[in-house]
Structures are given as C-alpha cells and as structure tokens.
C-alpha cells in the first residue's frame, strides 16, 4: 500500500509537477527556444499537466466515468483558449495552442491510462 | 476516495489550473509597474514623460501598422509608413538592433532597425529576450525598405514606450565595460579596452577558451579568451558551471569581421 502511494505521488511528480515546472522554465528561456517551442510548449505542458491530474484523480474508476471528466477537462483546455479568443481572460488566441493544449490533456490522459493498465501501479491492486 | 470526493478534488484541480494559466498569461504578456518614458517622437500624442503613469495609461501612439504581418502583406506600399509593435532586441550594436515582435507563431517576425544616438539609452532599455515578467515595450519604426537577400522589413525606430532610459553600469576603477551588451552596442571602438564580467568557461584549448558571460546581452553573448601558459592553473580554475560564474577581467582585443564575436586576452580572475 505504502509502496503504491509512493508510485503514484512519483507518477503525478512526473506527469503534472514536471510539466509545471518545465513549462514555467520554457518562459525564461523561451527566446533561446525554437519558435514553435517558445510559442507552444508551456501551452502543451499546461495541458498535459491538467489531463494527468484529472486521469490521476479517476484512475480506478470505471472508464466511462474517467473518460467523462477526461472529456471535461480537455472542454476546459479548449474553452480556456478560446476565452482569450473573446477577451474573457488575458492572452493571445491562438489555434495552435487550441489543438496543442487539447491534444496534450488527451495524451496524457493516455499515458496516465496506459501506467494505470499497469496492476502494480494502483492502490487497489497493492490492497487486494 | 468516493466519487463525491473525487469530483471535489477535480473542481478544486480545475480552478488551480485555470488560476494557473491566468497567472502566466499575466506574467507573459501584461505591463511591470514601471515609469514609462517616451523619446521625442514624431508622432502626435504621447510625449508625456512628466506626468509619469502605469505604462497601460498611455494610449498607443497612431501607427499605420499593428503588427508585421499587416506591414508584409501591403509590400511596397508598407515603405515610409509606420508599425507599432510590442518587441524585445536581438542583436544590437551602436546603430542598428534586431527587434523581434513579441507575439506568438504567425504574428510574430522580426526586423532589423536603425535608430539614433539620442535613443541608445532607451533601445537598450528593451529587453534581450522576451521578458518572464511584464510585457514587452511599445516601439514605433518607420518602414524604410526591405532586406536585400530576403522578403524581412527593415526599418528605423522613431519611439520607444513602456521602458526607462537604461542607467549606465557603474564601472570599478580600471574597467571600460562589465556588460557584454555595453561591448556589442559599442562595437569596435570597445577593442583595446578593459572587461570585466562574471562568467564562466565554456570550450577549453591550449591557448583558449570560450567565455561565456552571465548577464543578458542583446546578441552574441559569448567571447574568445586567449590565455598565457603561466596562466594555465588559473584558468583550470574558472568555473564551467553557469550557476557558479566568476568575475573575470579580459582585454578586448579585436572583433571578427563577420560574426562580430569578440576575442580577448585574460587579465585575471577577480577575487570576491
């Protein structure tokens, strides 16, 4: 159980404290970074971030359910951009960032499934 | 964990998120607290360094143009007009600096500018990179033609908004330069003189090594360091970390025609 607890505090350090933190660092080196990165990574590792938590948080849970508040959270990824589009919160719209950052919840959401595939990574396995 | 729980923790996450993405959409793309300055313009309404208000109080002076796009696609038609875009500066040296639009993939782009000698001040005032915190200041250019090998807009700045003129550094005594921005700004005439820079060693030879300064520079932030046999064990010494740079004082020697990169002689390695 111990050891399950200890995996998953390292899977969510990997898939949504890392991605934060890189992110974040991407804006302090953003004009040594390739366009495209300097542009779209923070973006991306914004939303890979928030679909790892959410996968995280319903993994365990049957996987209508899970792919339900999957489904919310990459909405929330899209809507969130798309509030820029109507000057409802600060930031440049931009439709790359729109696909990126909603493709990046859904990625996530993937690899935090495919971990979760794994019996060993679960609580409920350990307790069983 | 039920599912009330759950959904609890969700909502909770989302809003941290969306907190969050406010939170760096502010730090990318929203003004510091600074004064805001503006040069002797040519154009109307906002020479107003006196009054002193947050730089968004200042309304954007009248441009043709608001982005470089606009500019490209009018071509021909674009020349002596006027663009007004937020930037940050690439290469900079005592009359021209590369100012690149500080937008994202498709309103972003470049061009090379020329401006005066009363504006060095202010056009170093514009960040080297895109800033982490604040937004990028206000810049009129006037479009003046188009690079000769490309299709990029070349231009001369008539304003700068948004920043203070940028103090000079204060120099210790027997030092000409402790910036490598102040080196590339001055250009050849920095050659003979003294630097003194915290940095650290990059690629090491038997007669050289490659500085690498600390600081921010607009452009090349790097030189060559020649050094003398007997000074060997000093330079084993420096640092090859970025994160435990040391004070180094260097003569400027000359600059290559082409790449403009510095090469220097090792004075010595400052004592802190």
């Known amino acids: 159980m111990v050891r399950a607890v200890k995996k998953r505090v390292v899977v969510a350090?990997?898939?949504i404290a890392l991605p934060l933190v890189l992110g974040a660092a991407s804006y302090?080196?953003?004009?040594?970074?390739?366009?495209?990165?300097g542009g779209h990574f923070a973006d991306g590792a914004w939303g890979f971030a928030l679909g790892a938590f959410v996968a995280l948080v319903w993994m365990g849970e049957k996987s209508s359910v899970r792919a339900l508040w999957i489904a919310i959270a990459a909405t929330f990824a899209a809507v969130w951009e798309c509030l820029q589009y109507a000057h409802v919160v600060r930031g440049v719209?931009?439709?790359?960032?729109?696909?990126?950052?909603?493709?990046?919840?859904?990625?996530?959401?993937?690899?935090?499934?495919?971990?979760?595939?794994m019996k060993r990574w679960t609580l409920e396995s350990e307790a069983r | 964990m039920d599912i009330g729980k759950r959904s609890a923790l969700t909502a909770i996450g989302l809003v941290g998120f969306g907190l969050l993405a406010a939170g760096s959409k502010t730090k990318s793309s929203t003004s510091t607290t600074t004064t805001t300055t503006t040069s002797t313009s040519v154009t109307t309404t906002t020479t107003t360094a006196s009054a002193k208000p947050a730089p968004e109080d200042v309304p954007d002076p009248t441009a043709d143009y608001k982005s470089l796009d606009d500019a490209k696609v009018d071509g021909t038609k674009a020349f002596g007009k006027t663009i007004l875009m937020r930037a940050w500066r690439g290469n900079t040296d005592a009359t021209t600096t590369t100012l690149f639009s500080c937008g994202k993939l498709g309103t972003g782009g470049f061009l090379t500018t020329t401006y005066s000698v009363d504006k060095r001040a202010l056009v170093k005032a514009i960040p080297p990179t895109i800033p982490f915190?604040?937004?990028?200041?206000?810049?009129?250019i006037k479009i003046t033609g188009k690079e000769t090998y490309s299709t990029d807009l070349k231009g001369s700045i008539e304003q700068i908004l948004d920043v203070t003129p940028a103090e000079a550094e204060k120099l210790p005594p027997g030092v000409d330069y402790v910036s490598m921005d102040d080196i590339n700004i001055d250009g050849k005439k920095a050659a003979g003189k003294i630097a003194q820079m915290k940095m650290y060693r990059g690629t090491t030879e038997e007669k050289k090594f490659t500085g690498y300064?600390?600081?921010?520079?607009?452009g090349l932030n790097f030189l060559y360091v020649t050094f003398t046999p007997d000074q060997k064990d000093t330079v084993k010494d420096l640092s090859q970390s970025p994160s435990a740079c040391q004070q180094v004082k260097v003569k400027l020697t000359s600059q290559q025609a082409y790449s403009s990169t510095w090469n220097g002689a090792l004075v010595e390695v400052v004592k802190e």
């Open chain 1, 93 to 117: 719209f931009d439709p790359v960032d729109l696909v990126v950052q909603t493709s990046a919840v859904l990625v996530a959401a993937w690899v935090v499934g495919v971990i979760g595939g």
């Open chain 2, 133 to 140: 915190q604040g937004r990028c200041p206000r810049v009129v």
């Open chain 1, 28 to 37: 302090v080196v953003r004009a040594r970074l390739p366009l495209v990165l």
């Open chain 1, 13 to 15: 350090f990997l898939t």
């Open chain 2, 213 to 218: 300064p600390c600081g921010k520079s607009g």
